[in-house]
């Protein structure tokens, strides 16, 4: 599963760990997030996020 980076601060979200303090499973692809999840680390949308390379 690919792994996504914050534009902002650098946060990696990990689809094999997912976001537990969010509330969101390991396991869980970046395109199955919810539409209003956020970075934990600085706050902005999904749509500040790339696939890293």
Do not use: H, Q, R
Not at 16 to 29: H, M
Request: proline fraction near 6%; charge should be negative.
């Amino acid at each position: 599963m690919d792994k996504y980076v914050c534009n902002i601060c650098g946060y990696v979200y990990d689809p094999e760990e997912g976001d537990s303090d969010g509330g969101i499973d390991a396991g869980t692809k970046f395109e199955d997030l919810p539409d209003d999840w956020a970075c934990p680390t600085c706050g902005v949308g999904k749509e500040e996020f790339e696939k890293e390379e």
